[in-house]
């Protein structure tokens, strides 16, 4: 018994051998990533540094003041990308609405999957509800 015991540990050492260094490479990388990012920014202080030890420790805030409202610059974004997100939703309405008056509620389900990686299922349903 105390043989096929030492056979599956034999077995094992070398998979967790395999792990622990594709787990030490994903560390490394991380690590270049780190450095690269903090790097990457002239003129802007990093708020946390990197020890020997690999452990995030909190670090002085930003050496120089930025005159960017973060939340403001968010919400703007947002508002950009709401706003080509709903004219481009409302284009493909108005498309398919189209395509159904015409008689091509075929086509309209299958340019709406095209569009927006639906379901069959779920682009009819879509399709149906334009037709109401």
Known sequence: MSGFFMVVVLLFIPILWSKISSLQRQVDDLKTEVERLQNSSPGVGNSFTMNNASSVQHAAPFSTPVDVDPLKAISNINAMNSIDHISQNRDLD????DMVRRGNKIQAIKRLREARSLTLK???D???ALDR
Do not use: C, G, I
């Not at 108005?94 to 609405?97: C, F, G, K, Q, V």
């Open 122 to 124: 779920e682009a009819k």
């Open 126 to 128: 879509y399709v149906d």
């Open 94 to 97: 108005l498309e398919l609405m």
